[in-house]
């Protein structure tokens, strides 16, 4: 090999690991290895010593078999999922992206900033403005509006409809991301067709049918698999906001993963139920890859010189 | 329409223009009003709860929490945001508007003074000064020794947000740099796999990334969280940085380069130097998520001199929430106000952001 090539053969080299070498080390340390960890582990008997005595089928067939607390919570799971998405992620999402479009610049960006509040707030503190708006005494925020405003009777939300606590406070900050996407959307929507409709006689509901819809198409199949796994597998508000219980009556299958782990130092077991969101996660995350606009992505880069 | 005559009418009465106009100037008002009124509507649940948690802070004395201030409070700041609103919408002269925003603010402050001055106080933020605040309220029996002083936790969690954000700033772009410019053999391979992993939930491996950090001994330290926190942020933040990097014109580098720098230099001098704003949006956003991070932390730092703002707060709304409401809330606000601070100032810069390709 000349000389030259071999010197930028090295040189190609040098900035391969120069540019990429740390990312390279750091996700196969923290998200590579820890998939493979997972998936042996899910073999074994881990327990609370951390210590692997013996490898073994056990955990699938506690699973497939004998575990009944299971069950009840992929149960929780459908219904916790499928109302969030449906009623505020998706739903809801666009009637905000919709309404603050329509509404000047200024007022509409007011609204979307108020709207992303929850979600730059530490999670923390939005878990305990719950406590404080379900509180159950009549000092909390809810049963001082339903007592002195309304003359009702004061409501313990949080033993009495804890499910109706997690999807609400889970949907108010699920309804943001999916809002911004839309509305980013809806703004790249050429101008002169709003205005082509107009001169053609078409009404506001017209307009959002018939040209704000058809533009909506991707970003709304994308944000529902992107929202659908992330409330399969976020239990941060949950497990703050309700701890799961009362009992186990909120505890969705990611969180019950975490308590089999963590509370009952099940750690191989944990492993095992993980092992299913691992799977799940994979297929949608392949899902949400078609619809990415791959060719722009992939395009190649114009200048190759090392 | 003439129907009586046989001829259509010959001659259409001429459309009062300015009847028109003024017709869909109301209309519009109109439309308009309904959707703020609605929007409003629906954002109350969001802002009520905020300010509650701000009026608890500075009115709550030992044990009682006085509602009173709450409701005059609204009483006063909800019509003069709406009487303001209203003179918004009706002007479209800028100086009416500010004239008008300064009167209402005004006559909202010397209200809210009157109705609500005497209730307000800063005993509940004696947090900040006094590091034993938990066992003062609990007695030293049962919490002594448990709480470190406010100023560690805040510390810390200022050294892992800052250096997580400092790791992130520098792999990402280096990382998205090369994405962006470089071909390489299997760079379509390590693309499409970072975008696997970019939309894979890192959550679910909070098992086996416990077991790891015990096992080469980062368990309950602050590196170990910061390295774990980087990393599974980390495709996210690459593919921000490689959105910026193809914004830039190919041409500036390659004139760069004619000139006699080497790549390395081309990307330090020249090219990182036009990707600032991403530079900014990617810092802002990595430092909000490292400080309001919760499970992770939660997970992997057990001793107290390890804990951080989340956990502080959690601890403490844990143990005295019962007890003295007002010291919780002064925490909350304490933590939450550098993450809305930066929000509120760096807005133009995170929604740059784009999230690489949606088609749409």
Redesign the interface.
Known sequence: MPDFARAQLNR?RA??A???G??LV??A???I???V??LA?AFTNMDRT?AVTAFTLENFERMATRDSRLLASLGITAVFVLSTLAIFNVTFALL?AL??T???RA?GAF?R??????R??????YA??????VDPNE?G?LN?ILV?VLGAAPVDLRNNAPMLVIILANG?IGASLGMI?FT??IR?IPEHLFHAARADGAG?LAIVRHIIFP?????IS?MTI?QT??L?????YI??ITGGGPFYDTTVF?LY??RR??ENGQ?AY??AL?LI??VI??V???L??R????R???Q??????? | MDVGGALPAVKAPRPDWLALARRARITRRA??ST??A??LL??I??????F??VV?SLTARSGG?S?RV??SGCAVIVPAVLIYTTIHVLTPSRRLRLVAGVVMSAIGAVLLGALVGTDLHFANYRFLWNPNIVEEIRSKATAGGQFPSVWIAFRNSLALALSQTA?IL???S??G????????RG??A???GM??????????????????L?WVGLLDTIAGVM??L???E??FY?FVMKGFFDGVP?DI??SA?TDGAT??QAFWMVVLPHVRVGLIAVAVFAF?RA??E??FVR?MLIENKNWV??LY??WV?DDI?GVD?GI??AV?VF??LP??LL??FC?RYLTQM?I?????
């Open positions: 190609q900035n391969l120069l540019f990429l740390p990312a750091l996700l340390c923290f998200f290895a820890p998939v960890v997972d582990l951390l905000l309404m603050t329509a509404v000047p007022a609204f900033a108020v709207w992303l509040l929850p730059m707030s530490p999670s923390v503190v305990l403005l719950w406590a404080w708006v000092r925020l001082q002195h108010f996407i980013s959307a790249s506001s533009a909506l198409r991707w970003p994308y992107h796994l992330s399969l597998v976020s239990f941060e497990l703050l990611s993963a975490y782990a963590f750690y944990g492993a993980s969101l691992i996660g994979v949608a995350a392949l949400m890859w619809l990415m606009d791959m722009r992505l992939l190649p880069p114009r200048i190759e010189v090392h | 439309a308009q959707l703020l609605v929007l629906v954002s649940p969001i802002i009520l709860p905020y509650w948690m608890i929490v509602t709450l409701w790791i520098a792999v990402a280096l990382a740099y090369y994405i962006s410019r470089f071909a390489f760079r379509e390590f693309l499409q975008l696997v992993l970019h939309a894979f939930p890192a959550m679910t491996l909070i098992i086996p990334i416990f077991l790891i015990h390295l774990v980087a990393t599974i980390l495709p690459v190919w580098e390659m380069m790549r390395r909000i400080w309001e919760y499970i997970t703002m989340s707060l959690f709304s929430m409401y919780v809330a909350s933590y939450v993450s809305l929000y509120v807005q784009t690489g390709g949606i088609r749409g």
